[in-house]
């Protein structure tokens, strides 16, 4: 399909971005956070993909490369901030050895935000694609996202199923 390249890049980088926002929103997971930090380096892989074929198919990126400058390089910050103090004295124990602040990490959501838009800036400079067919196809196929737990879910059971089904079969038409 014309245009692939561009298409469907934005379009997994679309569905990467709603997987990150389900990983941290997911507060029972401890393992959340690291999955939420590797899947906003693939968002970033995808959409900088798109850009490549965009500009390699004579498209305007000016407006992505705009945004993309502006977007955090990590779904984590980190901040130097003063010591919470009261009357004078640090409840941080870190005080005590005489330094003034402790670095915080914090959660930076603005990237995400920015790769929403990216992804909006590179459908608005290639409007003759195929945006709403390739959405159907990938539809079609059931992008469910393997990554994403509840695809990995749904592939486990269906295999087990198989196998028992499978087991079940050959039990019987050997007795």
Known sequence: MAGEGITRPVLLAETTLREVAAALDDHADPGALGRARQLYEALWAQLDEARAAALAAGHAVEAYDGLRATAPGDLFAA??????????????????AGLPEVTKIQLDLSGLVIARQCAQAIKEATPALPWREEQRQLDALGNTNVRSGRGVATLIILVVAAAVIYAVLWVSSHM
Not at 86 to 95: C, E, I, N, P, Y
């Open 79 to 96: 901040k130097q901030t003063p010591l919470p103090t009261k009357d004078g004295v640090s409840f941080v124990a870190h005080a005590v």
